[in-house]
């Protein structure tokens, strides 16, 4: 697939971005994505579209010592006939290597159809068993994700339930005086985490 003929690349603000995407640069984004983003892929009869902007798209950040001038913002979707894929993510460019690579902390995940049905599905399992354990306080669950074991707390201020083994989710919330759920968060481990 010729990538670069699917994505907006740019506007760029700088003379460095300018300068910098040229036919080396396309050449290698398009490597990169047939090498990191293909495999990922369910089919590949897609249509795609996405985009590559600058991170940091503005002459203040792209002196010669910069260190993020080089990061880009991409995202991309794929529409096929088994629906559509994501992904986001911020990549590097190495000029000297003429490379890219996912920037330090950001996952190159392909979100595809099959992927987005069994991350909620995941988070269905979790879901029961937390109400499971809100009924029963039963201190016996296992995680539902990689059958470690789970800590729950249950009290008047707050409801807190984690798979402490492989830190799999966090599900934890205050509560009001009368019980009811307040603000918190519901977190899944990504699957491309360690
Ligand atoms: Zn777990």
Redesign the pocket.
Known sequence: MQWIDHLQIGPFATDYHQRLVETEFMASLDEFLNRELVPQMDETDVDAEGTLVATFNDERFCGPTSLVRNFFTFQVSLFGAAGESDLESDLEYHPQQRTFTPRRGHYFYLWTPARKRNAQEEKERIDRMVQDFKRTHRTNFR?P????KVSGVDNPGQLDVR?T?????VYSYHKDEKGRILHGRFMVKHPAAH
Not at 145 to 148: D, F
């Open positions: 995680c994700l990689c059958t470690g798979c083994e492989n830190r799999c989710f």
